[in-house]
């Protein structure tokens, strides 16, 4: 229950920030075409997009979003709310891709390295999984808008929040290393690819004065689902908190790693289905307003070569490899780290330090895309990655921690300095965002 | 900076980095810690974050795009 309530603050109080006018997402004007409402995306965006991956294509398909009359009604609000919360359910299976960090630790031995033996004392190649899970993301990511067009959001939401739950599934079965990443790493990038803007899409179509609300909600789904199933995952596969010894557990957490990715894997499909019925968009009205309004503007900025010509984009994909590594890494090693200090013993203790990092992470994707907003990029991304050495130098020390901390207790003893650093992790994403559209 | 023009292209371009970034962790760690340890390799990451601070600030916008900004 208290997890639960976690989550449902998390959801409420982002809504709340949202509708206090922290508008995350552009704040567009809108030109009125006889009873349709349609963007006008030559003119300047007021805020700009601080949320990372997906929204790109999101926005690119508004050019085309139209509100019905229903606005008028009271039902577009319903209907965009009804489609946040759709988001959000679907967003919090898409979120586990972060419970790696802490599900690594329950993987069977032969799926460690990529030749089945066990070596001890050196990191897993199992360290890979999430690296090629966004891999596959971006691969699949700008093919999304053409499925969204295709068989719209809902069915687009539904299409790849089962492609996730399904690779999870089948990643149950695998027995070595390479059909493991296969299944739970390439194919969940690929539903994640394609399932992770297609409630903003619809959500942005409804309610085209809130998209920061819209955002918002869906994702608060996003980090809680890398906090609530993280506990979840733990609690299947090692209910009664055994702690490793030598940095392995008894053979029983392992036996219990395929079933835990099997039931996990159906309450993400069943989050998937329940979101997407919640999701809908005015299509009608989108298609007959369409053919009736005022042609688009020009939207401004560069072509793709004139971008990739220009020495500010290699320096861009420079600097957020630069910054983007600390948190990447640190959220899958962050367990084997902790396994080499007793102080930080502690299976339950564990997963609870990385499902906080997960919250931390869906909710740092809004906070320092706001700041960005607020004081500019270049002081936000140095505040940023100022704090994320100081970080980086100090989390060694949280081994050597002198609060004392009973083994499998859930002390909080050293997790702000854990949640801190991984509230690093989504942060480049916001700003690569931002400035990419500016 | 890039503008809205092509800004879903360029930015899935970007995204590349991240997966860059995650895979050259990974690879960071495998070849570190046994040898040197983690404190090594939080170390290197400190190091290039601080790189990255240095680089934004002579970050500048386009010159042949007006509304170029960072």
Same mark, same amino acid.
């Given at each position: 229950?208290?997890?639960? !309530?976690?989550?449902?603050?998390?959801?409420?109080?982002?809504?709340?920030?949202?509708?206090?006018?922290?508008?995350?997402?552009?704040?567009?004007?809108?030109?009125?075409?006889?009873?349709?409402?349609?963007?006008?995306?030559?003119?300047?965006?007021?805020?700009?997009?601080?949320?990372?991956?997906?929204?790109?294509?999101?926005?690119?398909?508004?050019?085309?979003?139209?509100?019905?009359?229903?606005?008028?009604?009271?039902?577009?609000?319903?209907?965009?709310?009804?489609?946040?919360?759709?988001g959000?359910l679907s967003h919090?299976a898409?979120?586990?891709?972060?419970?790696?960090?802490?599900?690594?630790?329950?993987?069977?031995?032969?799926? #460690?390295?990529?030749?089945?033996?066990?070596?001890?004392?050196?990191?897993?190649?199992?360290?890979?999984?999430?690296?090629?899970?966004?891999?596959?993301?971006?691969?699949?990511?700008?093919?999304?808008?053409?499925?969204?067009?295709?068989?719209?959001?809902?069915?687009?939401l539904?299409?790849?929040s089962?492609?996730?739950?399904?690779?999870?599934?089948?990643?149950?079965?695998?027995?070595?290393?390479?059909?493991?990443?296969?299944?739970?790493?390439?194919?969940?990038?690929?539903?994640?690819?394609?399932?992770? *803007?297609?409630?903003?899409?619809?959500?942005?179509?409804?309610?085209?004065?809130?998209?920061? /609300?819209?955002?918002?909600?869906?994702?608060?789904?996003?980090?809680?689902?890398?906090?609530?199933?993280?506990?979840?995952?733990?609690?299947?596969?090692?209910?009664?908190?055994?702690?490793?010894?030598?940095?392995?557990?008894?053979?029983?957490?392992?036996? !219990?790693?395929?079933?835990?990715? !099997?039931?996990?894997?159906?309450?993400? *499909?069943?989050l998937g289905?329940?979101g997407?019925?919640?999701?809908?968009?005015?299509?009608?009205?989108?298609?007959?307003?369409?053919?009736? *309004?005022?042609? *688009?503007?020009?939207?401004?900025?560069?072509?793709?070569?004139?971008?990739?010509?220009?020495?500010?984009?290699?320096?861009?994909?420079?600097?957020?490899?630069?910054?983007?590594?600390?948190?990447?890494?640190?959220?899958?090693?962050?367990?084997?780290?902790?396994?080499?200090?007793?102080?930080?013993?502690?299976? #339950?203790?564990?997963? /609870?330090?990385?499902?906080?990092?997960?919250?931390?992470?869906?909710?740092?994707?809004?906070?320092?895309?706001?700041?960005?907003?607020?004081?500019?990029?270049?002081?936000?991304?140095?505040?940023?990655?100022?704090?994320?050495?100081?970080?980086? /130098?100090?989390?060694?020390?949280?081994?050597?921690?002198?609060?004392?901390?009973?083994?499998?207790?859930?002390?909080?003893?050293?997790?702000?300095?854990?949640?801190?650093?991984?509230?690093?992790?989504?942060?480049?994403?916001?700003?690569?965002?931002?400035?990419?559209?500016? | 900076?890039?503008?809205?023009?092509?800004?879903?292209?360029?930015?899935?371009?970007?995204?590349?980095?991240?997966?860059?970034?995650?895979?050259?962790?990974?690879?960071?760690?495998?070849?570190? $810690?046994?040898?040197?340890?983690?404190?090594?390799?939080?170390?290197?990451?400190?190091?290039?974050?601080?790189?990255?601070?240095?680089? $934004?600030?002579?970050?500048?916008?386009?010159?042949?795009?007006?509304?170029?900004? $960072?």
């Amino acid at each position: 229950m208290m997890i639960v !309530r976690v989550i449902l603050a998390l959801f409420v109080t982002l809504t709340i920030f949202q509708c206090e006018g922290y508008s995350l997402l552009p704040t567009q004007k809108i030109q009125r075409s006889s009873s349709f409402i349609r963007y006008n995306p030559n003119l300047k965006y007021e805020n700009v997009v601080s949320q990372s991956r997906i929204s790109p294509f999101a926005l690119k398909m508004q050019e085309n979003a139209v509100v019905s009359k229903e606005e008028k009604k009271g039902l577009t609000l319903n209907k965009g709310t009804l489609s946040i919360l759709g988001g959000f359910l679907s967003h919090l299976a898409l979120g586990t891709i972060y419970c790696w960090g802490n599900f690594i630790s329950y993987s069977p031995l032969n799926l #460690r390295f990529f030749d089945g033996t066990v070596k001890s004392g050196i990191p897993p190649d199992a360290l890979y999984v999430l690296p090629i899970t966004f891999l596959a993301q971006t691969i699949v990511m700008p093919f999304a808008q053409n499925v969204f067009k295709a068989i719209g959001a809902s069915k687009s939401l539904l299409l790849g929040s089962w492609i996730a739950a399904a690779s999870v599934y089948l990643a149950s079965y695998q027995t070595t290393l390479l059909n493991f990443i296969l299944t739970y790493s390439v194919l969940f990038g690929v539903g994640l690819g394609i399932g992770y *803007a297609a409630p903003m899409y619809a959500g942005w179509k409804w309610l085209p004065k809130n998209k920061g /609300l819209v955002s918002g909600g869906v994702l608060a789904g996003f980090g809680g689902g890398g906090f609530l199933f993280s506990l979840i995952g733990s609690k299947i596969v090692n209910p009664t908190g055994i702690n490793p010894v030598g940095g392995q557990f008894p053979a029983e957490v392992y036996n !219990r790693f395929p079933a835990m990715l !099997r039931t996990l894997s159906v309450f993400y *499909a069943v989050l998937g289905l329940l979101g997407s019925l919640l999701v809908s968009e005015p299509e009608a009205e989108a298609s007959s307003a369409t053919s009736s *309004a005022a042609p *688009a503007q020009t939207v401004t900025g560069v072509t793709v070569k004139e971008a990739l010509s220009s020495w500010q984009f290699w320096w861009m994909e420079l600097m957020v490899i630069l910054s983007a590594t600390a948190g990447l890494n640190t959220v899958v090693i962050y367990k084997q780290f902790a396994a080499t200090a007793a102080v930080l013993a502690g299976d #339950r203790f564990q997963a /609870l330090v990385g499902g906080i990092g997960a919250l931390f992470n869906g909710s740092g994707r809004l906070f320092w895309g706001n700041l960005s907003d607020k004081i500019g990029f270049k002081k936000s991304f140095t505040i940023l990655t100022i704090l994320q050495l100081v970080l980086m /130098l100090t989390y060694q020390f949280s081994r050597i921690s002198k609060v004392h901390k009973p083994i499998n207790s859930t002390s909080l003893s050293n997790l702000p300095l854990y949640s801190l650093l991984l509230l690093s992790t989504p942060v480049s994403y916001s700003f690569a965002w931002r400035v990419t559209l500016l | 900076m890039f503008g809205f023009k092509a800004g879903t292209i360029i930015y899935g371009i970007i995204y590349s980095a991240f997966a860059i970034a995650s895979i050259l962790g990974g690879m960071l760690t495998k070849s570190l $810690v046994k040898s040197f340890g983690y404190e090594t390799v939080f170390k290197i990451m400190a190091g290039m974050s601080i790189l990255a601070t240095a680089m $934004v600030s002579i970050l500048k916008p386009l010159k042949n795009y007006d509304e170029s900004t $960072v």
